[in-house]
């Protein structure tokens, strides 16, 4: 079974920094995409950033050179380093794999989302 865990959420000031990792567990053969979504309250879920198998990234316009994604293939793990964070930046930050091939879903691929981390941006 599958399992997306992310962490290192928490609060922060104005103008601070956070690092969001979230690993992937089980029996993975290979993961196409992994990417961040956030939901602020009230508010629908939207991308912030994502990876491609090969490193090929993406972000929302509101977070581009404020915040990078990278990833370990071989761990199976994405991280979002979150620089300049303003109030506007306050959500829960969920981590999602595309196109997961496990033991479980071979030869096809699954997606997958973890439940969620808060990150709280106020002085």
């Known amino acids: 079974q599958v399992q997306l865990v992310e962490s290192g959420g928490g609060l922060v000031q104005p103008g601070g920094s956070l690092r969001l990792s979230c690993a992937a567990s089980g029996t993975i053969f290979s993961i196409d995409a992994m990417g961040w979504y956030r939901q602020a309250p009230g508010k629908e879920r939207e991308l912030v950033a994502v990876?491609?198998?090969?490193?090929?990234?993406n972000y929302a316009d509101s977070v581009k050179g404020r915040f990078t994604i990278s990833r370990d293939n071989a761990k199976n793990t994405v991280s979002l380093q979150m620089n300049s964070l303003n109030p506007e930046d306050t959500a829960v930050y969920y981590c999602?794999?595309?196109?997961?091939?496990?033991?479980?879903?071979?030869?096809?691929?699954?997606?997958?989302w973890g439940k969620g981390t808060l990150v709280t941006v106020s002085s």
């Open positions: 990876i491609s198998r090969l490193g090929t990234t």
């Open positions: 999602k794999a595309v196109g997961v091939r496990s033991r479980d879903s071979w030869p096809d691929g699954r997606d997958y």
